[in-house]
């Protein structure tokens, strides 16, 4: 029967052709005493450490850095399970992860944001704090036109959320969020588009988009500019250190790429990413 | 009325990503975290991720849909109980499938995060939907072929190879297409299992980034990733495009060889 043959020669083709292709691809390129480093955490942290890693592998031929996301938590668990070699944690060590051994590789601060419309050029810690424990919920309470305040909180798990509630002092359930997002860019899309929204995201990444157009504006805190040199000078006070994190003290080739990371060799990497790097 | 999204959803993509599209970019490897450079490993990646679906999806599919049409009466109790798990699987988020993935095949079966681990769990979010298309099809069919050709004293091997195969055909295309638009564009069921690595997969065991994980990193998470984002979306877009255009032709093929031999 014509058809059904040519049915199954297109299965073929088009279904079990690309896993043979795959097979026959991996046969020459086995690498038998090749090294695997799997880093898993923060997505604030992913880009960066992926172009780290690329670079590592440029060094080293036969090491292959695996890099994926999942939030801060999510790296420390599988750095303390030994599903990851190194963890990513866009924050401290928390006092009770002592026993883990953290490396800061950079560092990044945190920024208020606001639409570049709205005319409020600065807010205290306790004006921020009541805007997002719901007490003021029109912009007129701090100074600012007669028109709702639209809330923008970071989901459950970011480190962004819990350095922001750490610095206030808030907890999660204090919060009166009307909409709740996940990764930096997502926020500032958020509140580019509703000129009556306040958020708050990664300084580097807020500095670019509003360089480029994006219609957000960056806040002081307690009259620090929220800028990368504030951040790289200590000065800013909501400031977080990019962390790799280890189960044990780093030996062997998790040293060496740690080791890396936190040479001047990938300065250029972190600056392009928009994050602080550790001197100069 | 119903076009108004597509043209709006195509035009966006268009004007904002024709710019960005080129040979090189759908060929060469990303560069400053997706900022520079191209997709090319991003678009193997995804292209072996479905294959692996497909490759497991279809046979299993198949199988079962053949089981619950050909082997069991409508009624039997096992029967009804595969269809209502199908049914309530068909409904499931693809995040849960994307954690159960993670359990399963990156930690219990200790495939790490794969193309392999990424594969298979899109084709457990896949099998529902191919499954019950390809017995509704099966059902189509009337009960008179399969007296007569049980009549003719044709084995019932024989009778579903000639005779119920090729008239489920277009129901089985169908099921592909839907599967493989459902694969395609997914982006919670991969990132905990196929991964978030940008590099050429040398093996399916390596970790690849699909289309979709990309598209969602550029757009989400970094900064000015946009304009890749777009172009990225446009590649995907135009992959689907021609699944479903290729698809539709070894359809039409098949029907009119199929009236040919008849």
């Known amino acids: ?280 | 009325m119903v076009t108004i999204p597509f043209i709006w959803i195509m035009g966006d993509l268009l004007w904002n990503g024709w710019d960005q599209l080129s040979f090189s970019f759908v060929f060469s490897a990303p560069q400053n975290a997706g900022r520079e450079g191209g997709i090319g490993p991003i678009l193997i990646s995804t292209l072996l991720i479905v294959g692996v679906c497909m490759g497991t999806a279809v046979p299993m599919g198949l199988g079962t849909a053949l089981f619950l049409s050909e082997y069991t009466r409508h009624d039997h109790v096992l029967g009804r109980l595969i269809r209502g798990s199908l049914d309530v699987l068909a409904g499931v988020p693809s995040i849960v499938f994307g954690l159960f993935g993670n359990a399963l095949f990156c930690q219990i079966l200790g495939l790490g995060f794969s193309i392999l681990s990424g594969g298979l769990t899109l084709a457990c979010m896949v099998l529902p939907i191919l499954i019950r298309t390809v017995e509704e099809s099966f059902h189509a069919i009337s009960q008179e072929q399969r007296l007569s050709a049980a009549a003719l004293g044709l084995s019932k091997t024989t009778t579903i190879r000639r005779i119920l195969l090729p008239a489920a055909l277009p129901g089985l295309l169908v099921g592909i297409i839907l599967g493989l638009g459902r694969a395609v564009a997914e982006t919670a069921a991969l990132i905990f299992t196929s991964g978030y690595v940008a590099r050429m997969p040398e093996s399916l065991m390596d970790s690849g980034r699909s289309l979709a994980v990309h598209i969602y990193d550029l757009a989400m998470n970094v900064a000015g990733g946009n304009p890749h984002a777009y172009a990225t979306a446009l590649v995907l877009v135009g992959l689907v495009f021609i699944i479903n255009v290729s698809s539709s032709w070894i359809a039409s093929r098949w029907t009119s060889c199929n009236r040919l031999s008849a």
């Open chain 1, 1 to 280: 029967m014509p058809f059904s043959t040519f049915f199954f020669f297109t299965l073929r083709v088009f279904l079990v052709g690309p896993l043979l292709w795959a097979w026959a691809w991996e046969y020459p390129s086995a690498r038998a005493e090749g090294e695997r480093l799997i880093i898993t955490g923060s997505s604030t942290m992913a880009p960066l450490v992926s172009e780290i890693g690329k670079r590592f592998e440029t060094l080293h031929p036969k090491v292959r850095v695996d890099v994926q996301t999942g939030g801060s938590s999510r790296g420390i668990a599988d750095t303390v399970n030994g599903l990851a070699d190194i963890g990513m944690a866009s924050r401290a060590l928390k006092s009770q992860e002592q026993h883990l051994n953290g490396s800061v590789i950079a560092h990044d601060g945190i920024t208020i944001i606001l639409h570049t419309s709205n005319p409020v050029q600065e807010l205290t810690d306790d004006q921020i704090r009541s805007i997002y424990t719901g007490s003021s919920t029109n912009w007129s309470h701090v100074g600012g036109p007669d028109s709702g305040i639209t809330v923008v909180n970071k989901a459950e798990g970011r480190s962004t959320l819990e350095l922001f509630l750490d610095y206030f002092h808030l907890s999660n359930r204090d919060i009166h969020a009307h909409v709740v997002i996940g990764d930096n860019e997502q926020g500032i899309k958020t509140v580019a588009g509703n000129p009556n929204a306040i958020g708050y995201v990664s300084i580097g990444t807020a500095q670019y988009d509003a360089a480029h157009g994006i219609g957000i504006r960056l806040l002081a805190l307690q009259h620090i500019p929220a800028t990368l040199e504030t951040v790289r000078e200590g000065r800013f006070p909501l400031s977080r250190p990019l962390t790799l994190v280890t189960k044990s003290p780093p030996a062997g080739l998790v040293k060496t790429f740690i080791d890396f990371a936190q040479s001047p060799q990938v300065h250029d990497l972190i600056l392009q990413q928009y994050f602080v790097p550790l001197q100069g």
